[in-house]
């Protein structure tokens, strides 16, 4: 007889203990010697990064010095694994610090509470707890046990090849089959059976009564919503595969939404449908475009993408429709090439860096593809130069080693030609625009340009204007006409709420009001008045940043009382560092170095200024240290080589960087590093490897 904490999830709420009450007992109890675990999260730990820096809080609580290893959960995984019961309904992820073995044996090595489980994802990975299930002799769950039944589907649903541009799933066995079918008898519960429809599609196994029953209970729920149904694209899919005679009256109903569906049943209505959508801006929309072309009117996708390029040239769509666009061809020949060779996702990444060094000079796409591609081939030129020497090892597999010489060589002697005056897509993610920061540590006269004429478009947008201000600004290049160029026509678009943690950048509103303050500007006054007023709320958290325009005693003592304060801090300290610095005529590193030891002053955030101030005309706005980063990297051995520093600041330095990704996980930073690059860095470390700047 199962015991209340092993039986199936369907009597959760007979259970005498919440599961979150059995965890939390069990995680309380772990911890020794070299290993600690953080309490159980508050909504202030939303992501790792939080979740670092509350350790850092705790060993430095404790007075821990010795190398410790941790690990915790923050609020999202929270919030993903329990129910407000405190039910665990998903796998609760743990999160990790220091040294892997460390925590594997604090966890207990695999062994959790009674009645759950935790299993180890790996040295780059976290841990996951999950409660233990049973299967029956054909490796099937109780349909009553939904814990069960969620492992059971999220094995199935596990891809072949996760790598892979178009994902597949392994054959159902016949009993998998029938469980699953049996699970769309009637009465049909849309809400309950739509992750069973969703592994049946996927391996193309809706029957037609499936389908057609699926799609009547699916018009009658989800009325004027049918995107909110979760399975909505299998069974689109299914009506599609089926050629169902409302498929395309649903395909109407949902617009673009229904593109990549489409593509995945090829059709010339699909084609036409598609292109419709890619043509009126939709970017998402041209990969399905350049698929479905290739699948129905010309397979090399070079040519395919040519024909595509010129039409949607002619229609004057934005730009990111272009950028979709050479996208989608890197992703096709990539994945062309993977097929016919076999290579993995390591060689796959090689190869696309080599097709985009060729697309820079391939005269059969139109220039505005080509600029793209050296773009995209900027920082991997090297990388495919470095992969073509080395001897009988390349993963270039069948291509000969002079061939692709000759393919960078071209390259290079068009990139300064293609890229004059181009800059980076502005309304790409955060991430990977943070990525190319360091590319703008100096700026040329035509980055000045570009930036110049992206402040002015007013097609800009929040994200891209708050990355080109903070550049011009910082550089101190910024001037009134800058200033004239936004306000006021876009006074109102700027007043609303960008969220900037993940970035390099301030909200735009920020940096302007700095720029206003510090030219005696006659907007400053307006900005100010805005800032101090009671709406909106979201900019109470940043007002304090403007403090860096036009700094006087006043406004550094109001950013001291808030840096010592608990208040969160979201550059704030980084800001009264700056400003300190500018009052007194000095570095900001040496400001920073000075408050080593501050009472009130949390270290993990001083460590963080300390490496993000390293250079004035740029400083590193980042909430947190970012291991990925180029530009990271670069300052924090700045400030490990600082002779003007203190021995505890050069040690920051010093333990950034061998924290470091570059260091220790190369294949997670982008761009790349070319071998020759992690050699170089490698040798840095080592050199330093006997210094004490890197103890404490």
């Known amino acids: 007889m199962n015991s209340p904490d092993t039986a199936p999830l369907?009597?959760?709420?007979?259970?005498?203990?919440?599961?979150?009450?059995?965890?939390?007992?069990?995680?309380?109890?772990?911890?020794?010697?070299?290993?600690?675990?953080?309490?159980?999260?508050?909504?202030?730990?939303f992501t790792q990064s939080d979740g670092h820096t509350d350790a850092a809080e705790l060993l430095a609580t404790r007075g821990i010095t010795a190398p410790t290893s941790f690990a915790y959960w923050h609020w999202q995984s929270h919030q993903s694994a329990f129910d407000r019961s405190g039910a665990l309904t998903g796998e609760l992820l743990l999160h990790w610090g220091g040294d892997h073995a460390a925590v594997a044996a604090g966890l207990c090595e695999g062994e959790g509470p009674a009645g759950f489980r935790v299993v180890d994802g790996g040295p780059r990975s976290a841990f996951r707890m999950d409660r233990v299930t049973h299967r029956d002799d054909a490796g099937l769950p109780d349909p009553v046990d939904p814990d069960g039944v969620r492992q059971f589907l999220q094995a199935l649903d596990e891809p072949v090849d996760r790598s892979s541009s178009s994902l597949r799933y392994r054959s159902l066995?016949?009993?998998?089959?029938?469980?699953?079918?049996?699970r769309l008898s009637d009465p049909l519960d849309l809400s309950a059976v739509a992750r069973f429809a969703v592994s049946l599609e996927r391996r193309d196994g809706l029957s037609p009564d499936e389908t057609e029953r699926l799609l009547s209970a699916w018009r009658l729920s989800y009325e004027g919503r049918l995107a909110e149904w979760s399975a909505w694209r299998e069974l689109l899919h299914a009506l599609l595969r089926h050629g169902h005679d409302e498929a395309w009256e649903i395909v109407s109903v949902l617009g673009s939404h229904a593109s990549a569906v489409l593509c995945r049943v090829p059709s010339e209505r699909g084609l036409d449908t598609v292109r419709g959508f890619a043509l009126a801006g939709d970017r998402a929309s041209v990969h399905a475009w350049l698929a479905l072309h290739r699948s129905l009117r010309e397979p090399d996708a070079v040519r395919a993408a040519a024909t595509l390029a010129a039409e949607l040239t002619a229609h004057d769509t934005p730009e990111t429709c272009l950028r979709g666009l050479y996208d989608a061809l890197i992703g096709a020949v990539t994945a062309d090439w993977r097929r016919e060779t076999g290579a993995d996702h390591r060689a796959g990444r090689s190869f696309a860096a080599l097709a985009a060094v060729r697309f820079g000079t391939e005269e059969q796409l139109p220039h505005v593809l080509r600029v793209l591609a050296a773009d995209a081939a900027r920082d991997q030129a090297d990388l495919v130069r470095e992969e073509a020497l080395r001897s009988g090892r390349s993963v270039l597999v069948g291509m000969e080693p002079a061939e692709i010489l000759a393919a960078v060589d071209r390259y290079e002697a068009a990139r300064d030609g293609l890229l004059s005056g181009k800059g980076p897509d502005l309304t790409a993610y955060e991430g990977a625009l943070g990525r190319l920061w360091h590319r703008f540590r100096t700026l040329t006269d035509t980055d000045v340009r570009w930036l110049r004429e992206r402040v002015a478009d007013p097609e800009t947008g929040l994200q891209g204007l708050g990355f080109c201000l903070e550049l011009l600004l910082a550089h101190g290049l910024a001037t009134g006409a800058d200033v004239e160029a936004v306000l006021p026509r876009r006074l109102?678009?700027?007043?609303?709420?960008?969220?900037?943690?993940?970035?390099?950048?301030?909200?735009?509103?920020?940096?302007?009001?700095?720029?206003?303050?510090?030219?005696?500007?006659?907007?400053?006054?307006?900005?100010v008045a805005w800032w101090n007023g009671a709406r909106p709320v979201w900019k109470d958290t940043q007002r304090l940043l403007t403090h860096l325009g036009a700094p006087d005693e006043a406004k550094a003592a109001e950013l001291w009382d808030f840096v010592t304060s608990p208040a969160h801090d979201v550059g704030q300290l980084m800001t009264w560092v700056l400003v300190r610095a500018r009052l007194d005529g000095e570095h900001p590193l040496l400001v920073a170095d000075r408050?080593?030891?501050?009472?009130?002053?949390?270290?993990?955030?001083?460590?963080?200024?300390?490496?993000?101030?390293?250079?004035?005309?740029?400083?590193?706005?980042?909430?947190?240290?970012?291991?990925?980063?180029?530009?990271?990297?670069?300052?924090?051995q700045e400030v490990a080589e600082n002779p003007s520093l203190s021995p505890e600041a050069r040690a920051m330095g010093l333990r950034t960087a061998r924290d470091h990704y570059l260091i220790r996980y190369p294949d997670q930073v982008t761009p790349a590093p070319t071998e020759a690059e992690r050699a170089s860095a490698l040798a840095w470390i080592d050199r330093h490897a006997d210094s004490r700047l890197g103890n404490g």
């Open 173 to 182: 066995t016949p009993a998998e089959a029938e469980w699953l079918h049996d």
């Open 492 to 527: 109102k678009d700027l007043t609303k709420m960008y969220r900037t943690t993940y970035t390099e950048w301030r909200h735009p509103v920020v940096t302007l009001t700095c720029l206003a303050l510090d030219l005696e500007h006659p907007a400053a006054g307006k900005l």
């Open 595 to 636: 408050l080593l030891g501050t009472p009130g002053i949390r270290e993990q955030v001083l460590h963080r200024v300390l490496i993000g101030v390293a250079d004035p005309e740029q400083p590193l706005w980042h909430y947190s240290v970012n291991p990925r980063s180029r530009s990271w990297w670069q300052r924090a």
């Open 10 to 45: 369907g009597h959760r709420t007979a259970r005498r203990r919440s599961d979150l009450a059995t965890i939390t007992t069990w995680w309380r109890e772990l911890g020794g010697d070299g290993f600690l675990v953080l309490p159980p999260p508050r909504r202030s730990r």
